[in-house]
């Protein structure tokens, strides 16, 4: 079977809801309409391309900068899971894609920032396997000390 070019069936174009446009007609689906996309559990766009459900932003990398490698993703960079303008967009390896993310703890502290003992706190970052840690009774000192080394160890892929 011939791999789908999703190029060959959508064209980018930031007037439409989710950023693309059918350039041919595919069932239902009229040539210079917005594809159907619906919300996943996950809050991500997605759009049904010969009965699989496709990532939207994912289509909408792929047809303008060709075909992405399995083991790459597409990073939001502004977090904003259906902001899908290309521009907003870009290819990254997963570990890059999880610096990437504001997970935040169940007791609302900082990503990366966990309660040892009541009151003293254990700021962790991890790159290549390593584990870096740092512990205090200080959260504001803890949250500086991670936002350097995720500077130093993630650069753009930062996140707080």
Known sequence: MKPIVLSDYFYYDESSPCYLRNKVQRGKAKIDEAPGASINNDGY???????KLLLTHRIVYEVCN???GKDMEVDHINHDRVDNRIENLRAVTRGQNAFNCRKRNLKGLPKGINERSPGYYMARIGINGKQLTKSSRDIPSLVEWMDKKRADLHGEYSCY
Not at 45 to 51: I, S
């Open 45 to 51: 766009l997605q759009t049904r391309v010969f009965g």
């Open 66 to 68: 060709g075909e992405l």
